[in-house]
């Protein structure tokens, strides 16, 4: 077993100082000398440990934490069976190159990955390290596999921060501010946004048969619940209206559910709420624990059209993160936490509703299961309100709870709390929410 490992976090909320502490400030002021100010943070407490619904910071101020580190920690920080498996794997070995001598875990993870992704039909997947590189390998794949160079992303969308992926990403600032020029042949096409009454499949169609082109399309590239672009859920039907109108027209239907995966909805992926079967699937995020890694998962005969040695990379499925992986896979099953995120968001949702009942700033409360976004508009009830929502944010953190913020206009406060995170814990941060909510 495992010697050495620091006790688990007491589950408490703690503020032994203002948020940032002395320490953490220090520890800022050497950050700025050392990092550039293009790696931006959203709150500046210095980590000394965390699980499973606090961070710990260097001052001992104890948060709670409705960030899961962007949810790649759905499973919890340091969870028992991912330290262990971390542990057990490094000692054994810490790589080979999957390309140049394999390993067992790399096979398990893949195995998992084409049975827990929507459909039944026979899959294949392979392993990268970042959710911006299996999206540059959905793409990779998808246009290998058809011959055409079109691939069409959305309004609202994010891919990832590399040149190919802050392409596809919808929003100009700050992701590509200045980083162009871009790649070639990507196409932008309106997504659905009940709440702004933008994208209706008709629109998005519209779009994609007059200024594209069906037959030049190699995949559409979607997020099932755009994450960064504030929480978007889609108009029920809209993604099973994109994904026939695909089909018809031999267009690969690639999901990214980098954010949206591995439980984070309720269900393993987003997809399988409206039963929408992808061709391609992009993982990340929480599939390691914390650890890097992400899939590409996809048909079969798509996946098995490339050449030999044409997909892959030197730290792809590096087994430390594999075996990490196959202990995430163990904790949800074995914790019930796919369950689990529909009973967080049974709990998020009506209570912050509420909210918009009472605050006229609070425009929507959407989301599914522990993924949930609050966006704010001004009295007008429909224009981005950025700096009610800072207001939010700000007093959220002074009070001790990690919330995100997110959306195109930078006015939604996005919640994704860790699955495993304690009743107790959740109560209390919605509590402080509301509170914050309605005094900004
Ligand atoms: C975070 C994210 C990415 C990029 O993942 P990285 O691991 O940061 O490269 C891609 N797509 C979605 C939907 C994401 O949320």
């Given amino acids: 077993m495992v010697s ?24 800022w002021a050497r950050r700025e000398r050392a990092i550039p100010k293009g790696v931006s943070t959203t709150l500046p407490v210095f980590v000394i440990r965390a699980g499973p619904g606090i961070l710990e910071d260097v001052d001992g101020n104890r948060l709670i934490d409705f960030g899961s580190g962007i949810s790649t920690t ?12 971390i542990w057990e794997q490094s000692a054994l070995f810490t790589h080979t190159c999957f390309q140049v001598t394999p390993y067992a875990g790399y096979v398990e993870v893949c195995e998992h990955l084409n049975e827990l992704t929507p459909g039944d039909h026979e899959k294949r997947s392979f392993l ?27 309004d609202h969308g994010f891919h990832g921060r590399t040149l190919l992926t802050m392409t596809l990403t919808g929003k100009e600032m700050p992701y590509k501010h200045g980083f162009g020029p871009f790649a070639p042949e990507v196409h932008r096409a309106p997504y659905s946004y009940p709440f702004r009454g933008t994208g209706r499949l008709a629109d998005t169609i519209a779009v994609l048969e007059t200024s594209v082109g069906a037959e030049s399309i190699a995949a559409v590239l979607v997020e099932p619940i755009a994450g960064e672009g504030g929480v978007v859920v889609p108009e029920a039907g809209w993604l099973t209206g994109l ?47 914390g650890l890097p890694i992400g899939g590409v998962t996809g048909r079969a005969e798509v996946m098995d059209s490339v050449h030999p040695g044409g997909l892959g990379g030197t730290f792809g499925g590096n087994p430390v993160s594999c075996a990490a992986t196959l202990a995430v896979i163990r904790t949800i099953e074995t914790e019930g936490l796919i369950e689990r995120a529909r009973v967080i968001g049974e709990a998020m949702l009506p209570r912050l509703r509420k909210l918009s009942a009472t605050v006229p700033a609070v425009g929507e409360v ?24 800072g207001r939010v944010l700000h007093r959220c953190h002074q009070a001790g709870l990690l ?17 495993v995170i304690s009743d107790e814990l959740l109560e209390e941060g919605l509590a402080i929410l509301e509170q914050a909510v309605t005094a900004a």
């Fill in 4 to 27: 050495g490992v620091p006790e688990q976090v007491p589950q408490q909320r703690r503020l032994l100082t203002e948020i940032p502490g002395p320490r953490s400030r220090e520890l």
């Fill in 74 to 85: 759905n499973a919890g920080n340091s969870a028992p069976l991912v330290v262990e498996a």
């Fill in 128 to 154: 990268v390290n970042s959710g911006a590189e299996a999206i540059e390998n959905v793409v990779k794949v998808a246009r290998y596999a058809t011959g055409r160079p079109g691939i069409v992303a959305f």
């Fill in 243 to 289: 994904a026939s109108w695909c089909r018809e027209r031999g267009i690969l239907f690639v999901a990214d559910e980098v954010q949206t995966g591995f439980g984070r909805t309720g269900d393993w992926f987003a997809c399988e709420h409206e039963g929408v079967v992808p061709d391609l699937v992009a993982t990340a995020k929480s599939l390691g624990g």
């Fill in 366 to 389: 959407r989301g599914r299961g522990a993924m949930v976004g609050i966006e704010f508009v001004r009295d007008d009830g429909i224009t981005p309100d950025r700096e009610i929502t």
């Fill in 403 to 419: 919330v995100l913020t997110a959306g195109t206009y930078g006015n939604v406060i996005r919640l994704l709390p860790p699955l």
